[in-house]
């Protein structure tokens, strides 16, 4: 047995084809309907074109990402009882469609957050970089957020002054643009890349969670695993909830996906086996406090899908994605801990046994310089990463399992 090894592909506008994804071996796609918006019902004919399309290379659809919450859900706002009725149905014409995987995140605006998107490694390759002082002369001096500073330490704000002022028109448009627009807008992102003024857009929106505490955004979620979750157990679905990123506050906003606290919340609050996580070793490998070998040990079983990524963290909280073997996770305990859970489930007599994994994220190397690619999304820093990982996992099953 082995991890599923699954590649996240944008649809047919992404460079990457499927005829490319099936030379190297990858067996499962992770993909969505892309050309659709958020809240939008995915009708069994609009998932079958993309099923086809997958199986006719030779691939499955294997998971889900991701289905989209809308903020109306988030927020618990008017429209958001049309909007979980919407989820559902898309859930329920998924699983007729034999997909049986969603991921999806309860991240308020931003999916995820870099300050930079070519962060020079030593040997020439370029990653993507969280630089703490520059998001937090972001979120006090670009965008202004209101009471910002009061989020910071008087040193910070004084470093982030120093930093903002410091910096170039040219170089804070790029800040602006990386955070705003150009993480967010090709993964169903609220800011378009033709949006005038990102920072008003963006002000809008975090304004509307003024009122929407940790605890009240927990509550939110409680209601919307307690609406769908049925509904996922019905259509053979596993949900998996993808972690903050990075997993801690940002920008004033809520954050309840971060570590193990959290994970023991999400299991309390619906204690179905289909409410699950998407393990993101990426993402939560910046947060320093988390041991991400306890956290397979201890909630192991509804683990449905996994990112394996490294980082490597600095003690002010900056971090860059360093590849997927070397970083500051000992990668080697983290897919040992999956294998062993992955037997654990054939000893057990489960089904799901697949437990897909997609190499997350890659670092630029070689030919991607010359390709364009969504930012952290490379063809050749994604395949080294793949390879890597499945020859870890070769090795760790051969080591310890094979009988």
């Not at 995140?105 to 490694?121: C, G, S």
């Amino acid at each position: 047995m082995a991890l599923e090894k699954t590649w996240r592909w944008f649809g047919p506008k992404d460079a990457i084809t499927l005829a490319d994804l099936q030379q190297i071996g990858i067996e499962g796609i992770v993909t969505a309907l892309h050309h659709l918006q958020p809240g939008e019902v995915w009708t069994v004919e609009e998932i079958q074109k993309t099923r086809d399309n997958i199986e006719a290379h030779g691939m499955r659809w294997s998971v889900v990402e991701s289905l989209p919450v809308s903020e109306g859900i988030k927020m618990n706002n008017a429209q958001r009882d049309q909007l979980v009725e919407n989820y559902k149905q898309s859930l329920r014409n998924l699983g007729a469609c034999g997909i049986d995987t969603v991921c999806y995140n309860f991240m308020p605006v931003l999916d995820w957050a870099r300050t930079k998107l070519n962060y020079k490694m030593p040997n020439g390759s370029e990653s993507l970089y969280f630089d703490f002082l520059d998001f937090a002369a972001f979120d006090i001096y670009m965008l202004e957020r209101p009471n910002a500073a009061a989020d910071y330490s008087d040193e910070m704000i004084q470093k982030a002054k120093a930093r903002y002022e410091s910096l170039s028109q040219a170089q804070i448009d790029e800040v602006v643009y990386n955070i705003t627009i150009a993480t967010q807008s090709f993964v169903n992102g609220v800011v378009g890349e033709d949006e005038k003024d990102p920072k008003a857009v963006f002000r809008a929106l975090l304004a509307q969670y003024g009122e929407i505490d940790r605890e009240q955004l927990r509550a939110n979620l409680k209601a919307f695993l307690d609406d769908i979750v049925p509904v996922a157990e019905e259509a053979g679905i596993n949900l998996c909830i993808h972690p903050d990123d990075p997993p801690y506050a940002v920008l004033g906003l809520p954050r309840i996906m971060c570590n193990a606290d959290d994970y023991k919340w999400l299991t309390e609050a619906n204690t179905s086996i289909n409410n699950g996580f998407t393990f993101c070793v990426g993402s939560l490998s910046a947060g320093p406090s988390n041991n991400l070998v306890d956290m397979i040990n201890q909630y192991g079983e509804r683990i449905h899908f996994i990112h394996l990524r490294n980082t490597q963290r600095d003690e002010f909280g900056n971090f860059y994605e360093s590849g997927h073997l070397k970083g500051s996770v000992d990668m080697f305990e983290v897919v040992k801990a999956l294998l062993t859970e992955q037997h654990k489930r054939m000893e057990s007599g489960r089904t799901d046994l697949r437990m897909p994994f997609r190499p997350d994220h890659g670092v630029r190397i070689a030919d991607d310089f010359r390709q364009k690619h969504n930012p952290g999304y490379p063809l050749l820093g994604r395949l080294r990463g793949l390879a890597e990982m499945d020859g870890l996992a070769a090795g760790i099953e051969r080591a310890f399992f094979k009988k």
